[in-house]
């Protein structure tokens, strides 16, 4: 769940290159550097469902729960055996309600976003500034 706020641009430089001094150039090897040209902010929550009941029933009941729908006796029991993690980005604290694990994640990110509370970075892209590609993060 995430509700962006702005997002900051950086267009590339008019000439298309960037400038480095020449002890930077020489440490660095500039096929690997990249530059952040968007950075989000605003509130973004992780939940994670772990079950061991086949996603097929798990699924409907969990988004039955997410858009605050009425639940039946069998959507009761699926959701009663599911273990719920809230991951919240902004590093608030976020008390879970037992009886709607979602809701608190979901009213939190839907509040209203004020010059006081406008958000955390909750994402960002870059680019390669030898060729202005594309750069995706990977972690081993």
Do not use: W
Request: net charge negative.
């Amino acid at each position: 769940m995430r509700k962006t706020s702005f997002n900051l641009v950086m267009d590339v430089p008019y000439s298309g290159k960037f400038k480095f001094n020449k002890d930077e150039r020489e440490i660095e090897n500039m096929e690997s550097l990249i530059y952040v040209n968007t950075l989000s902010f605003g509130r973004r929550i992780f939940a994670l469902v772990e079950s061991e009941l086949d996603v097929s029933i798990v699924r409907p009941a969990i988004t039955k729960l997410a858009q605050q729908k009425d639940i039946t006796e069998e959507d009761a029991a699926v959701i009663a055996n599911c273990k719920f993690s809230i991951a919240n980005l902004t590093g608030e604290e976020l008390a879970v309600d037992s009886e709607n694990p979602l809701k608190v994640a979901k009213d939190f990110v839907g509040q209203n976003i004020t010059t006081q509370h406008y958000g955390v970075p909750i994402g960002f892209t870059a680019s390669y500034i030898h060729n202005n590609g594309g750069f995706e993060n990977q972690f081993d």
